[in-house]
């Protein structure tokens, strides 16, 4: 039984406050078991005083927190700043059981939580709903984010202290989140005793860069009675560097002009059937950034008297990126090295046809090696700048009406905007060279032969210049009124309302072929000037000429600042809520039963805007409601031993893209893989919905440590996926002005009656899934010392569950089963720490199995896309030189893990990328 609860008649009172003032992050549960132990001095001998330090202190933190809820949960927690077992919140979180990220230049982007991927997981910051937006360089991986999903790279970890990962549904919490919700949680001044005042600073180094990377955090605290302040700030600034070799996927050919002559007259039969999948890109790529993240909180706390309180909290983050991305890449028919390229230049003498002298294709008939003559190679230098900055400011207050009666209230706003630039200056040349996957299938070796030299000046011409920019902003107004009711020593009951005002808009405006026509028609001279180029030899395997992209625009007068779209899409979604639930806490015996049964009522009204038909801008309005029933029980069998079980209903609103009114229509059928096509969204779409249902069994050592077993199931209604039809472009509605002068893969001139594959997301079957999640920490005190100073933290969660998709199968719509969307089947995280007073170190270790992003519905280059499995090794350790300064060293990726994100189910290279190990030696002084 939880010692809190021996008495009855100081539960009432006590424990009733600490559900209010933890509900908008008022006080940390160890600042009120402080209040409770000097409030209340008749109860020392129930309440136990643990004075441990350091990450085992965090541990028995996060532990009782795990313990103390009702629902299923998981924390982590930081004793100071800078003290978050990782460098980054989302390499924090794959610790926990169930959880998986993604990674972005070496760090971690996005959580998957219990198989579903990050558009289904619920992010707050301090008590509110939140959502931030950041972008990768790669296409492959998506580019901007304008999902639901929340980017955690864009926080420094050293401006929160604790993290919880609510895994069951309760009536009292925001709907939203089917995979669970995961609650940030900055410092507040009446978490310390006082006065508090820390510094941090770091130095880094990575393998594949140059740079000291320097991160700096400082926080400053303190309480004057019943008021307190406390102020926090975080800079950090490093050099970052992915590099690999990538497609972009594989495509079946014919000769599309190239010379084949050379080849064996079955290779040449076997090229003409267009049969044979060549590689697309085939490309060297390094992608660098220098990124620079700017964190800083303010809290302050009013405590008139021990019923009521007041707070505020605000944060700012702010996330820079300055990217350098290089490619050395074929570009010729759909950017493998076939066909003929080069059109008009110096009177048709740097036009050419490629010659496909030797291949070798396998089983599959993917063409696994191939000579050639003169193909296009293309050295592609990009400049891109990003830009995400978030600020957010909660206003919550707290009263104690009597001892029946609590209340509380939370008021807050937030927003999140995202910029980005890009431009691109590509240089053209042609090569003999060979394209071999035969030694390695994800990692392709590209050799040049003759006297052809990549990184001769002479070999190249300017070729072209693309242009784009990117706008997403997204906006949160938020309030709530909660109230909390004792009807007895052993019940009470919870009520409440929220308002909930959400807002995003999202636009990209891009200008192609910059300069072409003049370069190619010898208006504007194409010779590469020599003062804005340089030899990029940073790449492991290639070496080849790169250009100054800014000086080549500066040169040419090109502007790269774009008018901003005037028809960006927008979603607006106001959303109404409120909810009841019967809490219950009474002793069986000698045990413990603790429940709680409520429901949770929601409207919500989507007003969704966007470029229709290609002409109009319209907006669309829909609204649904609902009732979400939900129930928690934990049984406190014994002083170590909890068994609980839920049950209940969520939902997830379907993604920002999909609610989109606008559509895009490709009216050329050599771009892209997909030929005619039109994609749009669905405003119409219902949101997801889940019927969840978990049980599961923890046991607590008396100190540091647990053993834990769950088995959940959800089971998902109206699941999202895209469905691709094809119809005649007269019935989609778009205006046949899009295709005037154009033609179809044929060369006949397109017409109503012309074939177009209509892709639109919609509401599909039923689907489900399940899994099992095992965790253990232990402290291992049982041995003799100094082994008792070891402890491990182990976890494993097994997922499974499929969902349908409608795919285009020779103009017929089929449906086929594939796993959910981020599911990792095997998960595992291992932690062997050792710890003293005076030092500690440990090594941890964090495994994902293969997992899919994305299935096609009518792609001639693949019918799926994910990535392979990865396991991460990390290492930390510290050394306290006295009770204020602490020199401590870190180790993230030491092995230099590879990036394998795959194409089609039959397994094809996609991207390959590392990006290298990196070091931190640093201080925390403490006051």
């Excluded at 230049?105 to 998957?112: D, F, K, L, M, P």
């Excluded at 984010?145 to 926080?155: A, G, K, L, Q």
């Excluded at 410092?187 to 820390?198: I, L, N, S």
């Amino acid at each position: 039984m939880h010692p809190l609860f021996k008495k009855p008649a100081t539960f009432k009172k006590h424990a009733l406050a600490l559900a209010v003032l933890s509900s908008v992050g008022a006080l940390s549960l160890p600042t009120f078991a402080q209040e409770v132990s000097q409030t209340n001095t008749a109860e020392d001998d129930v309440i136990e005083q643990i004075v441990v330090s350091g990450f085992r202190s965090s541990l028995i933190k996060a532990k009782d927190l795990k313990r103390d809820a009702l629902g299923s949960q998981d924390s982590i927690v930081a004793e100071d700043i800078a003290d978050f077992p990782d460098l980054n919140l989302a390499e924090s979180l794959q610790r926990i059981p169930g959880v998986t990220i993604t990674r972005e230049a070496g760090e971690g982007r996005q959580i998957s939580l219990r198989g579903l991927n990050a558009d289904f997981t619920q992010v707050q910051l301090n008590g509110m709903e939140a959502l931030g937006t950041s972008s990768s360089a790669m296409d492959s991986r998506g580019t901007t984010n304008t999902s639901r999903s929340f980017d955690f790279n864009i926080f420094a970890s050293e401006l929160f202290n604790q993290i919880d990962v609510k895994k069951s549904y309760s009536a009292d919490m925001d709907e939203g989140g089917i995979g669970g919700t995961v609650a940030l949680h900055t410092a507040k001044p009446f978490d310390y005793d006082g006065f508090k005042g820390a510094v941090s600073v770091q130095a880094g180094q990575n393998s594949l860069t140059e740079d000291t990377s320097p991160r700096i955090a400082a926080l400053v605290s303190n309480t004057w009675g019943k008021f307190g302040a406390l102020f926090s700030i975080a800079y950090s600034n490093r050099d970052t560097s992915e590099q690999g070799y990538n497609t972009y996927r594989w495509r079946p050919r014919t000769d599309q002009g190239s010379d084949i002559s050379s080849l064996s007259e079955a290779d040449q039969a076997a090229v003409e059937s267009g049969d044979l999948r060549f590689s697309r890109g085939s490309r060297y790529s390094q992608f660098n950034s220098d990124q620079t993240r700017t964190g800083a909180t303010v809290a302050l706390q009013y405590r008139p008297n021990s019923d009521l309180s007041f707070g505020i909290d605000a944060l700012y983050g702010k996330l820079e990126s300055d990217r350098k991305e290089y490619h050395l890449q074929n570009r010729g028919s759909s950017s493998t090295a076939l066909g003929c390229t080069g059109p008009d230049y110096d009177d048709g003498s740097r036009y050419f046809c490629s010659e496909l002298v030797d291949l070798e294709y396998n089983g599959n008939n993917e063409v696994i090696y191939s000579q050639w003559a003169n193909a296009a190679l293309h050295s592609e230098s990009r400049s891109q700048t990003t830009e995400t900055e978030i600020t957010q400011v909660v206003l919550n207050a707290d009263w104690v009406v009597n001892d029946d009666l609590s209340l509380s209230g939370l008021v807050g706003t937030m927003s999140s905007d995202y910029t980005s630039n890009s431009a691109k200056v590509y240089l053209e040349s042609f090569a003999d060279m060979t394209i071999d996957y035969r030694d390695d299938r994800f990692y392709g070796n590209n050799s040049y032969i003759g006297d052809y030299d990549p990184t001769d000046i002479n070999e190249f011409r300017y070729h072209e210049v693309d242009l784009a920019e990117n706008e997403v902003n997204n906006s949160f107004d938020v309030a709530k009124l909660d109230a909390d009711y004792a009807l007895n020593d052993q019940s009470s009951l919870k009520f409440g309302v929220s308002m909930k005002q959400f807002e995003h808009e999202s636009g990209d405006v891009q200008t192609a072929n910059v300069l072409r026509s003049e370069w190619q028609s010898g208006e504007i001279s194409d010779i590469v000037d020599a003062s804005y180029t340089f030899v990029n030899d940073n790449h492991e395997k290639q070496s080849w000429l790169s250009v100054d992209v800014d000086g080549v625009l500066d040169s040419f007068s090109v502007n790269r600042d774009l008018a901003a779209s005037p028809t960006p899409d927008k979603v607006e979604e106001e959303t109404q809520a409120a909810y009841a639930v019967y809490e219950l806490d009474m002793l069986l015996g000698d045990s413990e039963l603790r429940a709680n049964v409520g429901l949770r009522y929601y409207n919500t009204e989507i007003n969704s805007s966007g470029l229709v038909n290609g002409a109009e801008y319209v907006t669309v309005t829909r609204e649904y409601d609902g009732v979400l029933p939900a129930m928690n029980v934990a049984w406190y069998a014994t002083d170590n031993l909890v068994v609980r079980g839920s049950a209940g209903k969520n939902l997830t609103r379907p993604t920002l893209g999909s609610l989109s009114v606008s559509g895009t229509v490709n009216t050329d059928p050599l771009s892209g893989s997909s030929g005619l096509n039109i994609g749009a969204g669905n405003p119409a779409l219902e949101p997801f919905e889940t019927l969840n249902m978990e049980v599961g069994v923890e046991y607590y050592f008396d100190e540091v440590g647990y053993v834990s077993m769950s088995h959940f199931r959800k089971d998902i209604e109206n699941f999202i996926a895209r469905t691709t039809v094809n119809i005649p472009y007269g019935d989609t509605g778009y205006p046949l002005a899009l295709i005037e002068g154009t033609v179809d893969e044929n060369g006949n001139p397109q017409t109503p009656d012309t074939l177009y594959n209509f892709s639109q997301p919609q509401n599909l079957d039923d689907s489900d899934f399940s899994g099992w999640e095992f965790g253990v920490q232990r402290d291992f005190d049982f041995l003799p010392a100094p082994f008792d100073n070891f402890g491990a933290i182990a976890n494993y969660t097994y997922a499974d569950g499929d969902s349908l998709h409608n795919i285009l199968v020779d103009g017929e719509t089929v449906q086929v089963s594939r796993p959910f969307y981020g599911l990792s089947e095997h998960t595992y995280n291992f932690t062997l720490y050792f710890e003293t007073e005076t030092w500690g170190a440990r090594v941890s270790t964090a495994h994902r199995d293969d997992y899919l992003v994305t299935v096609e519905t009518s792609s001639s280059d693949q019918d799926e896309a994910g990535f392979h499995g990865s396991t991460y090794w990390d290492f930390s350790a510290f050394y306290n030189v006295n009770d204020a300064l602490k020199v401590s060293v870190e180790g993230v990726n030491l092995t230099n893990e590879r990036e394998e994100q795959y194409s089609d189910s039959d397994d094809r290279l996609y991207n390959t990328t590392v990006s290298g190990r990196t070091f931190y030696v640093g201080f925390t002084y403490a006051m």
